[in-house]
T-cell receptor
């Protein structure tokens, strides 16, 4: 079993839909990252959180430390949100443990 | 633009060859991380440097080595290249090495080994 599991692996939705991507982890962590990888390959850090909830524009990230679970939500999704969304957790050392990513396609 | 630069953007070479990938961290960042992303695979952590010293090692092959120079730029050296080394190589930087510091990613170097 992977230490970081993301679901779903692939998600296709219509423009305007509310999107939820989930991340579960099995290790003790100090922080969790959500990143976005564009089709061209570039990686952008979206959020880093260790508790509660963060919001940036149409993106919301939540984390429940007790349940070892985080969610990334996208409101009013748009085709430009199409990308791979990656969850990564930072364990007791300084290394990040990466999820396999969720490939999101938003159709117009 | 994250402020992290990587060169070259693309690199095509042959098996058995040796290449050097370069990364310049964001101004003020002391920590540099190298990652490998093979086709349809997740990111694999290779190695981390902090202020010139190796801090953590991940799944880095013995054929690969890295260093961080006094001006804080870093180089990843890949030798005796194999077809399976074809991948995107990302560099990331952060201010310090602490757990709560966000990493900023460079645009990546796409290596193709023929």
């Amino acid at each position: 079993k992977n230490e970081v599991e993301q679901s779903p692996q692939n998600l296709t939705a219509q423009e305007g839909e509310f999107i939820t991507i989930n991340c579960s982890y099995s290790v003790g962590i100090s922080a969790l990252h959500w990143l976005q990888q564009h089709p061209g390959g570039g990686i952008v850090s979206l959020f880093m959180l260790s508790s509660g909830k963060k919001k940036h524009g149409r993106l919301i990230a939540t984390i429940n430390i007790q349940e070892k679970h985080s969610s990334l939500h996208i409101t009013a999704s748009h085709p430009r949100d199409s990308a791979v969304y990656i969850c990564a957790v930072r364990g007791s050392n300084y290394q990040l443990i990466w999820g396999a990513g969720t490939k999101l396609i938003i159709k117009p | 633009d994250s402020g992290v630069t990587q060169t070259p953007k693309h690199l095509i070479t042959a098996t058995g060859q040796r290449v050097t990938l370069r990364c310049s961290p964001r101004s003020g960042d002391l920590s540099v991380y190298w990652y490998q992303q093979s086709l349809d695979q997740g990111l694999q952590f290779l190695i981390q440097y902090y202020n010139g010293e190796e801090r953590a090692k991940g799944n880095i092959l013995e054929r690969f080595s890295a260093q961080q120079f006094p001006d804080l730029h870093s180089e990843l050296n890949l030798s005796s290249l194999e077809l399976g080394d074809s991948a995107l190589y990302f560099c990331a930087s952060s201010v310090v090495e602490g757990s709560y510091n966000e990493q900023f990613f460079g645009p990546g170097t796409r290596l193709t080994v023929l």
